[in-house]
């Protein structure tokens, strides 16, 4: 078996429950696309209903633009021009985004490779890209793109399977219950990694065990060989963990945890550094990525690779030389010498504590800097965690804290300030662009400045600023 994989119309009407109504059965297709922009000659084009889109509308532009055939709910009108030609494939299904997760599942299945599915509140594409590092030092290994997470995202990352790979390390995605079965039906993981629950959600009890159930649909359809990594430390894991029927190994710094973390050393702006207890021994870990988050992360990704046979050594290597995904944690030293830590990508309350326990242990730098922008989806428990992170600012030793957002920034602020920051040190803005500005005019060369905040918040654009005043 080389080359990529092709299946026939005929192998694709039999994996979707759907039939070949115009066009060759034997036509083979490589590529498949549901985009006109980006379609390739001889793709096919699946006609996917989205909220805004209907593929159908686009049919005939697909295959004007060289498409093989499209797979379709009903037959298209096509221009008269369409018909010059051989008759364009047409594959008729009863629903198109069934048919692409369909073709996806046969295409994963065929390639061969081992599924390894990454899923969790927070953490999941560090993890994912972390595991995908730690593997390619035996395997060829294929990584989801981006957030290609989700019931469309996820059967497009699978049918590049078609290259097969050893190992597919992919990112399962979730906003309502039901999802996750979906998506494990549709990867039909070897490996599921299931990397916390409480962090994101900590605050709303009554809902952290249904969000936690959902999260726990990761747990099914598996088989007996099949492997669950899933966080020791965790309540809500480790609560549902038992539910799998396969084999289960856990990672975390509980005692008992199968990979665990000890002798932990926050480094600073170096890293991490600690000593980790394996089934296969004991290995002594330095990596660059800032916070024990992102040692968990490490954690979880070592469990992964030495389950697949990576050796102890190569991981303790390449856990040296890891570097964070874009905006989680990355070190940026400006040549206007600011020190920034670009964490803006999201945030939590245990995410944004873990960040100023970095902050906190780094020494060398004139000052210390947070831009901290509110976190949002804290329900009714907004209030109380922002008070929280204020203390915990103010513990850090922040020389300026600017909290960025609304009624939550501002008790963020107000808590940092009642814990002993002098009220000239702590600033509350509105929005991302006055807590530039801010930032702009009061950071100094050999600061150190942390920036991180929920998405919605676009902390990013202060970072953006900086990287041009300082850059
Ligand atoms: P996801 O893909 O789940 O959104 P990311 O890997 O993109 O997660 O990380 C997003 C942010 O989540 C990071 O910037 C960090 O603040 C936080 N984070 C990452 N890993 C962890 C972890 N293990 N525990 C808590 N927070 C984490």
Redesign the pocket.
Known sequence: MTGPIALTAAEIAAATGGRVVSGRPDQRIERWSIDTRSLGPGDLFVAVRGDRFDGHDFVAAALAAGAAGAVVTATPALPEAGKAGPAPLLIQVADTTRALQDGAREVRRRSGAKVVAIT????????KELTAELLSAKYTVFRNRGNLNNHIGLPLSLLELRSRPDVAVV?LGMNHAGELRTLVGIAEPDVRVW??VG?AHAGFFASADAIADAKAEILEKARPGDLLVANADDEWIRARAGRFAGRTRTFGVSAGADYRASAVRHRGLDGMAATVTTPRGDVHVETPLLGT??L??LLAATAVAVEMDVPLGVIAERAATLTP?AR??ELLRLPGGITLID?S????P??LK??LETVGASTGSARKVAVLGEMLELGAHAERLHAECGRAAAGAGLDLLIAVGGDPARRLADAARAAGMPASTVVHVATSAEAADVAREKVRPGDLVLV?GSRGIRTDRVVDRLKVEFG
Request: aromatic share 4%.
């Open positions: 969790g509140s927070a953490g999941k594409t560090t993890t990112e990397t916390n962090d988050g992102n968990l992360n995904a989680r944690g964490d990508y999201n945030s939590s245990a995410a873990q960040s991180k």
